[in-house]
């Protein structure tokens, strides 16, 4: 199939997915509008990066559809049709079938999405590609999570800590990325529970450290990360915003403990006005970057953050 691959990854993130695309593996790219990416050269699976969410075709009739078949090496693929009028589901529905494919709506490997004019390829998806994880309504996407650890930068040996990890969403993508090590810490006993699970079923038990604990008091040594990533409550689905004007200082005097000279943060939230504040009283952390994302219906800033001035000796 010569039809180009259509990537589709959170809004904010295009430029590192066209830049990893371009430097890692020399594919051409192009954007086509806020999140999505159309490769001019062709893409192996392994190049996706772990930041796009979709991997589609364009919709230009049944044609697309047998070529997106041909593409996966499957002559006859379960399907589901997304279509707003019931009409054109139908109808869809019956093109397809009578090429002797199965409509498999909760277990498909061709979504042909009208709405949107694409094909959706099932086993180039994220969840497919790197692994389903449980949630809960407030979890970061998982491709979320890889464009912070992307912005992260995180290297060899580095250990990272998310000290509201949730289900532990972002140390098991870095740990099946990057392979760790990375503490996940919540201080909900159901959050961690979950993180423990999906750690077992990912099977990156030896990589991440799961720990019941309060970000605003980790059990972590001083000095002892190298990087800390986390999506920290924006005060919509969890707490409230009146609650992260004391919360964020004290997470941030806790990132300052905890961290290395030469460490480094990206802490996304969407309390904007409270998190510049409480940065700009935290007298040893500077903000050096932002990046606005946007994803299911918010646009929280993910926010670089490293030392302002050397750590004093603390205790070990």
């Known amino acids: 199939m010569t039809t180009p691959l259509l990537l589709t990854c959170p809004v904010g993130l ?29 893409v192996q699976l392994n190049q996706v990066p772990a930041m796009v969410d979709r991997v589609s075709i364009a919709l230009s ?33 019956g093109r397809l079938a009578a090429l002797g494919w199965v409509n498999e709506p909760g277990d498909w490997i061709l979504n042909v999405d009208t709405d949107a004019q694409v094909i959706d390829l099932g086993p180039w998806h994220w969840s497919r590609r790197i692994g389903h994880l449980r949630r809960l309504p407030a979890t970061t996407p998982g491709p979320v999570a890889a464009g912070l650890l992307r912005l992260a930068k995180l290297r060899p040996g580095d250990r990272l800590l998310d000290p ?35 750690i077992a079923n990912a099977g990156v038990q030896q990589a991440v450290s799961v720990l019941e604990g309060d970000a605003a008091d980790l059990p972590i040594d001083d000095g002892s990360i190298d990087r800390v990533v986390s999506d920290l409550p924006f005060g919509k689905r969890i707490g409230s915003n009146e609650l992260n004007k004391t919360l964020y200082p004290a997470i941030l005097r806790e990132v300052e403990r905890v961290l290395t000279a030469d460490g480094r943060c990206v802490l996304l939230s969407d309390d904007k006005r409270v998190f510049v504040e409480s940065v700009a009283h935290a007298r040893g952390l500077k903000i050096s970057g932002e990046r606005v994302i946007r994803y299911n219906g918010v646009t929280p800033t993910a926010y670089i953050v490293r030392r302002s001035r050397r750590p004093k000796r603390g205790r070990a």
């Open 61 to 93: 009739g049944i044609d697309s559809a047998i070529d997106a078949a041909g593409f996966l090496g499957i002559q006859q693929p379960t399907f589901r049709v997304q279509a707003q009028d019931p009409a054109v589901r139908s109808d869809w529905i």
């Open 14 to 42: 295009e430029d590192l997915v066209r830049g990893d695309l371009r430097d890692r593996d020399g594919v051409r790219s192009e954007l086509l509008g806020p999140g999505v990416i159309r490769c001019t050269d062709p």
């Open 164 to 198: 509201c990890a949730g289900v532990g969403t972002v140390p098991i993508v870095d740990a099946l990325l990057r392979g760790g090590p990375s503490y996940s810490i919540d201080q909900d006993p159901e959050s961690t529970r979950m993180a423990a699970e999906n």
